[in-house]
């Protein structure tokens, strides 16, 4: 069983950056792999950035390329999403999730275990 937090959501200008924490517990964190997934009210929950349970490999939609980072810290079970030249259309519903394996990390329905979420407006 693995319960999911996240935090560092807020309200940043366009251009601005932002860093998502995920804060894990149990004692398995280490063994799964991390997903960040966000959602517009009325929208499907859109994938952003995946990362392994060793760190490599990592996937990113194309949208935030160049621009996000996700990392993690299994001592710490901890997982993170840098945002950086954040643009008004990354404002959405952040969340983290956690799965056993990668071989569908862009869906959401592969993933066990959610955070409650946390929000990111991007003003213009």
């Known amino acids: 069983q693995v319960q999911l937090v996240e935090s560092g959501g807020g309200l940043v200008q366009a251009g601005g950056s932002l860093r998502l924490s995920c804060a894990a517990s149990?004692?398995?964190?280490?063994?799964?792999?991390v997903g960040w997934f966000r959602q517009v009210l009325g929208k499907e929950r859109e994938f952003v950035a995946a990362?392994?349970?060793?760190?490599?490999?990592?996937y990113y939609t194309v949208s935030v390329k160049g621009r996000f980072t996700i990392s993690r810290d299994n001592a710490k079970n901890m997982a993170y999403l840098q945002m950086n030249s954040l643009k008004p259309e990354d404002t959405a519903v952040y969340y983290c999730?956690?799965?056993?394996?990668?071989?569908?990390?862009?869906?959401?329905?592969?993933?066990?275990?959610w955070g409650q979420g946390t929000q990111v407006t991007v003003s213009s």
């Open positions: 999730a956690a799965t056993r394996g990668l071989s569908y990390y862009a869906t959401a329905s592969r993933y066990d275990y």
């Open positions: 149990g004692r398995t964190f280490s063994s799964y792999a």
């Open positions: 990362i392994s349970w060793s760190d490599d490999p990592t």
